[in-house]
């Protein structure tokens, strides 16, 4: 191992960091628990970020791709029909939820919001965007340009004109602490205040995700979006839903996270979970709005044989095993359970369904405590605008036994380290 991490410090870049103090190599998986080199098997909590969202090694999705292999077609490109790609797209865009809907695949969740933004500027004619601070929606120039997150925006470029909105951080900024009702109304005088003032001529699109995923699993109340949607309809603005780490049934309480806010967007990006590790990522708009790019375009790798191929049969296993209800029923567990630890360390648990953020008192406890859930067999994610969050994404097909010894080890990390600071 320390072989592999010398080899890996030679050959890659300083700024890709390595979890752990002590890095593992993962090399084997199965169901929601994954074994390093030297033997070592955990639970896993993250899912490669909420990646592998139906764990490792599932049947149906092997399967799958294994048919598609054996055909001798991996890639063909989209100048030719695809079958899978097709019957995938329709899939997604029954589920969406937008009307008259066309789906672009893509192979990540960056190239899909740069899509989406390609998409929203050339439909308004402007190149204005409104983000959100504490946010994250990849790693290309444009992305980083709508990213409200320091730590993440590795250039100053940006090709678009970007005004921020304040974040659902209810424990810190000038919304703290504020209720549900007061929240709503102090987002609405902060969007019509930034119209007002920061922007110029029209603007594109408002780029939110439901739930900020590296900024720690902040949200605001619930309707939130539909606060903003209507000051956007008044001009005009296109309303994009980045649901990278909250679509798919995640959340528990709905498939896409945009429907907890009684909106429907104008264009919603996907990715991660839908391929359970393979590439595969996309944008869903309205006709009208996605029709609207002049010139010729295609992704060389977006929507391949072999990633449709797993995507279908990822969106097949979820609806009909309905892990939506599994992830509500699963994450309660977790969420009821953190909630009723005693540690002082623990500022606040938050999230929904199987998307749960435990936000530490320091980046210091956070680090101890993601050290020592490692030690004790559990993988678990990190991150937050300070670096406080302890991040957690289950496989949707978590058991509940999996949940309550997945608890335990939290439980047990949380108090230790809650005493050790006393």
Known sequence: MDDLLTRHRRVMPGWMPVYYEEPIELVTGQGSRVTDSNG?????????VLTNSLGYDLPEVREAVERQLRTGIVH???????????ELAEKIAKLSGIP????FFTNSGTEANEAALQVATNHR?????LAVRNSYHGRTAATIAVTGNRSWSASAYSPY??????SGDRLRGLLRGMSDERYLEAAEEDLREVLATTTAGPVAALIAEPIQGVGGFTHGPDKLMSVWQRVLDEHGILLISDEVQTGWGRTGEHFWGYQAHGVTPDLLTFAKGIGNGFALAGVVGRAEVL?????????????????TAAG???????LSHDLQANAA????????????????IVAEVRGKGLMIGIELTSAAATAAVFESCKRDGLLVGKGGLYGTVIRMGPPLNLSEADAREGLEILTNVLREHGSASG
């Open 291 to 307: 029709e609207a790019v002049q010139g010729i375009s295609f992704s060389t790798f977006g929507g391949n044989p072999i990633a």
């Open 125 to 129: 004619g402007s190149n204005s965007i």
């Open 40 to 48: 070592k098997t955990y639970l896993d909590f993250f899912g490669g």
């Open 76 to 86: 063909t490109s989209t100048l030719y029909l695809i079958r899978q790609q097709v």
């Open 161 to 166: 004109n970007v005004s921020y909105l304040h």
């Open 329 to 344: 029923r699963t994450g309660a567990i977790l969420l009821e359970g953190l909630r009723a630890v005693d540690s002082p």
């Open 312 to 318: 279908n049969a990822v969106v097949d296993y979820i």
């Open 100 to 103: 008259d809907a066309r789906v």
